[in-house]
């Protein structure tokens, strides 16, 4: 004897990559869906702008129309999938559908690091959910990860690399000797990075999807544009040669510590240590190293973007949303919530670190003595410092000089810096990337 399955009907609003994903998923596998929830998913409507290009998915192009009004007032369906990216009309839509007391999955993290709270204020008024694994990470399931398997952990730590174009980028820089313009082009021309892609390399991808990790980790509210963030347009083919030298390879890293003295965020090119796993991701991959109290160090590893990884996530949402998990992990998360303390955020300039600094510097006597002179001063201590030049004192030319400090603090560095930079002997701004050891 059978039992009869509820029937959850399902919008989906945007059908660019992910939503055509995400229709694959839900059109061509619902029987499987169907044995492991014991519900039955139908994707009753699609809107997109476009109608008419050809997306591969036939019956998709049955539901399909080009108002979201659509979905939204049709009261047979349940569940909202915002896949329409940005932050102006998709906050109004997901506004519309929690007022129409339907429940919102979203693969968009910029709105969640923007308007959270709001968001969620709003939901809860309604008795709706949102459900949002897909917005950081792609496939990874770090969200139900940090929110559900690790509840039992006060979370100490964060190593992530969240943006799979920079990661491509600094990998493919370090596996040829290509310079970043070059690696660049070679991006975009392999579909990885945008034909604008300043969100990705400058960082504010990664400080976006941080940010929630930090809420959903620490309580903490935090704008993700107050993040210090750093981009990978400042590593150079020759800041690889020399990590590579000195036992390190290049990731852009966001970081959180929670510490006695406050939460350290943080999104940055960065030193990591050659063999440990966070230096072995190569490619568009992403990678998530958390620190549990109780479970020690747990590390998740993926495809952080593309049209199936991020369906995946995207559907286990909608399937969570059916079923009825979200509700209970909506309630108890109590994310964005005004009864949730929020973690303290630390002075950015207190932060302690390891540095590896690299300047352009003339190849003349005395260079050494004059920014050792400064780093002293600044009470930065020199771990190890390596120069190239012909040591004649004759080259108008400029050699690199490298240097890795001790322990330290951003402030202090920062401030060193400013000072080398008016140097005479000093070409251009020096290269301040951290270490992690």
């Not at 709270?117 to 399931?141: H, Q």
């Not at 370090?174 to 975009?188: C, S």
């Not at 993040?227 to 852009?252: E, H």
């Not at 004192?393 to 810096?417: C, D, F, R, W, Y």
Request: hydrophobic letters at 45%.
């Amino acid at each position: 004897m059978t039992t009869k399955q509820e029937t959850v009907k399902v919008g989906l609003v945007g059908f660019g990559t992910i939503g055509t994903g995400v229709a694959k998923l839900l059109l061509n596998e619902k029987k499987l869906m169907a044995q492991r929830s014991g519900v039955d998913l139908v994707l009753a409507r699609i809107a997109d702008l476009d109608t008419t290009r050809d997306r591969g998915v036939p019956k998709a192009m049955k539901i399909l129309t080009n108002s979201a009004d659509d979905i939204i007032n049709d009261p047979e369906i349940s569940i909202v999938v915002e896949l329409v990216g940005g932050t102006t009309y998709a906050k109004t839509l997901v506004e519309k559908a929690l007022n129409a007391h339907k429940n919102v999955v979203t693969a968009n993290k910029a709105l969640l690091a923007t308007y959270g709270k709001e968001l969620f204020d709003l939901a809860r008024a309604n008795g709706c959910t949102i459900a949002f694994e897909a917005a950081v990470a792609g496939g990874i399931p770090i969200i139900a990860g940090i929110g559900q398997s690790l509840q039992a952990n006060n979370i100490q730590s964060i190593r992530a690399i969240l943006n799979g174009t920079s990661n491509f980028i600094l990998s493919t820089m370090e596996e040829t000797g290509a310079d970043y313009d070059a690696t660049v082009k070679e991006a975009q021309r392999l579909g990885y990075a945008e034909a604008n892609p300043a969100l990705d390399v400058n960082g504010s991808d990664a400080a976006q999807k941080l940010a929630i990790l930090a809420h959903l980790s620490f309580g903490a509210i935090v704008n993700w544009k107050d993040i210090p963030r750093v981009g990978i347009d400042v590593v150079q083919s020759v800041d690889m040669y020399f990590a590579k030298q000195l036992g390190y390879k290049i990731r852009l890293l966001g970081v959180a510590n929670n510490t006695k003295s406050g939460l350290e965020l943080s999104v940055s090119p960065t030193l990591v240590k050659q063999g440990t796993n966070l230096s072995n991701v190569s490619g568009a991959f992403n990678a998530v190293r958390v620190v549990g109290d109780a479970v020690g160090n747990v590390f998740f590893y993926g495809k952080g973007a593309g049209e199936l990884p991020t369906a995946s996530a995207v559907v286990a949402d909608i399937l969570d949303t059916a079923i009825g998990r979200t509700a209970i992990t909506f309630k108890t998360l109590n994310l964005w919530g005004d009864e949730r303390p929020a973690a303290p955020l630390r002075n950015p300039d207190d932060v302690e670190g390891r540095y590896y600094l690299r300047m352009d510097v003339a190849d003349a006597t005395g260079v050494m003595a004059q920014i050792a002179d400064i780093l002293a001063k600044s009470s930065i201590s020199i771990a190890s410092l390596l120069q190239y030049g012909n040591g004649n004192g004759k080259s108008n030319g400029t050699v690199p000089m490298i240097i890795l400090t001790h322990g330290t603090n951003e402030g202090a560095v920062n401030q060193a810096i400013e000072k080398i930079k008016a140097l005479k002997c000093v070409k251009g701004a020096p290269v301040k990337l951290r270490i992690l050891d």
